[in-house]
């Protein structure tokens, strides 16, 4: 097989979708730039900090422009918080008290959430440990939220509604915001007091709104994905109303200091310049999904989503069959990778996940997922999950490898 002949070929296949993700590349751009506008984002907002960090014109400013261009009154943009996990395991903590209800709407979140819940075994330190129940409602067949059984799963005690945008290692569409707005109209009208949490890991600047828009309390993420445009070097956002990020952020610091405290001895440069970016990158993201998952179709795989298809995430999922077709696959990426592309994956135990899993992510982030990376449980159907790409000419030079190691080993 020629493969630069066959990649040329997918390419004209998505010269599309390619459009599409160029015009919504440039809408989101231009929010972004009118949001740094309006908050006058100026090269003193860079400065370092140290100490408590009282008055960090540069954090503060930084908080505004997300929750502006999220719809929203209040935000927390830290380099402290560590992860995706550990922004959302504040908002539980947060807005959940020891007897309260806690429904996932959108079926069983993501794997590194049973520790914080308490569904895997362990609950020393959990939500079960502090006395908060949990109930998961799985999604229709369809892939959309069953709106009906999860207002009928409510109970008196129910104090949060989480809904997963992403598809976690799960076969399903990734859930637009506004696929979500038919439950949170619904869940306001039942019981206005709940609170509607999203976890929008992989959603930012994928679709014109964000789920804040439309009427969730709390959307939160990393900021080394999509909203961090592969410059951030650490940290997370969590977004909302007044009401619940007055309760989460007494988990980030403490009771009565919240947002007050907190200083980046850095610059925040990177997190200013990596917003700005955001758009574009995710963008380059979203070609090479749709590049992946047209060159998978036309080799006989199942992929998701398909490559015309609407998204709402950056993930694409491709059933390899094999573990060695999977292998083979984020061997090729890593071996494309910036860094570390001499280094051999291998499927190994991780914290947080039930199998094996075995992870292609040669980045300048360690472990940015808006960089390319693939990652996959090693159990059948054998389901790589690719997401980023910093550049398209990156992500099309990585499918070139991964076609080459497929068929070297024979499996293609």
């Not at 949060?160 to 990734?174: E, I, K, N, P």
């Not at 940290?235 to 990020?245: E, L, P």
């Not at 001895?265 to 990158?281: C, E, R």
Request: glycine content about 10%; aromatic content about 8%; overall charge negative.
């Amino acid at each position: 097989m020629n493969f630069e002949a066959f990649i040329a070929q997918c390419e004209q296949d998505c010269a599309a979708r390619f459009s599409q993700i160029d015009a919504q590349s440039l809408r989101g751009t231009r929010r972004v730039l009118d949001a740094f506008a309006q908050h006058h984002v100026a090269a003193r907002h860079f400065a370092p900090t140290t100490g408590y960090g009282y008055d960090d014109i540069g954090r503060d400013t930084l908080e505004a422009v997300v929750a502006e261009l999220f719809g929203a009154s209040s935000a927390i943009v830290r380099p402290q918080i560590a992860s995706g996990t550990h922004a959302l395991s504040m908002c539980l903590f947060g807005l959940l008290k020891p007897g309260d209800h806690l429904l996932a709407g959108s079926g069983m979140p993501y794997d590194t959430l049973a520790g914080v819940i308490g569904q895997d075994g362990k609950p020393e330190g959990s939500l079960s440990e502090m006395g908060v129940s949990f109930d998961a409602v799985p999604l229709l067949d369809n892939g959309e939220i069953n709106v009906s059984a999860v207002l009928a799963a409510i109970r008196p005690n129910t104090t949060v509604v989480a809904l997963q945008r992403s598809r976690g290692y799960a076969w399903r569409d990734a859930i637009a915001p506004e696929k979500m707005k038919p439950l949170m109209d619904a869940v306001r009208t039942l019981r206005p007091d709940i609170f509607i949490m999203v976890d929008n890991c992989y959603g930012a600047f994928v679709c014109d709104q964000e789920p804040t828009h439309l009427g969730a309390d709390v959307c939160v993420g990393s900021l080394i994905k999509n909203l961090g445009g592969g410059l951030a070097p650490t940290g997370g956002y969590i977004v909302g109303t007044d009401r619940a990020i007055s309760r989460i952020e007494a988990r980030l610091t403490a009771p009565g200091i919240g947002r007050e405290a907190g200083s980046y001895a850095a610059s925040y440069q990177p997190f200013y310049q990596g917003l700005f970016m955001a758009p574009h990158t995710v963008a380059q993201a979203l070609k090479t999904a749709v590049l992946a998952s047209r060159i998978f179709e036309k080799l006989g795989m199942k992929t998701s989503p398909a490559y015309d298809a609407p998204r709402a995430d950056i993930i694409q999922a491709v059933e390899m069959g094999t573990p060695e077709r999977l292998i083979a696959l984020c061997r090729g990426i890593q071996a494309a990778s910036p860094i570390d592309s001499f280094v051999v994956p291998e499927p190994s135990e991780m914290p947080g996940y039930a199998d094996p899993v075995i992870m292609a992510a040669g980045t300048f982030v360690g472990g940015a997922s808006i960089e390319l990376s693939t990652d996959a449980p090693m159990r059948a159907p054998y389901i790589a999950y690719m997401q980023g790409a910093l550049t398209y000419e990156h992500g099309k030079i990585a499918l070139m490898r991964v076609l080459e190691y497929l068929h070297a080993d024979g499996c293609i």
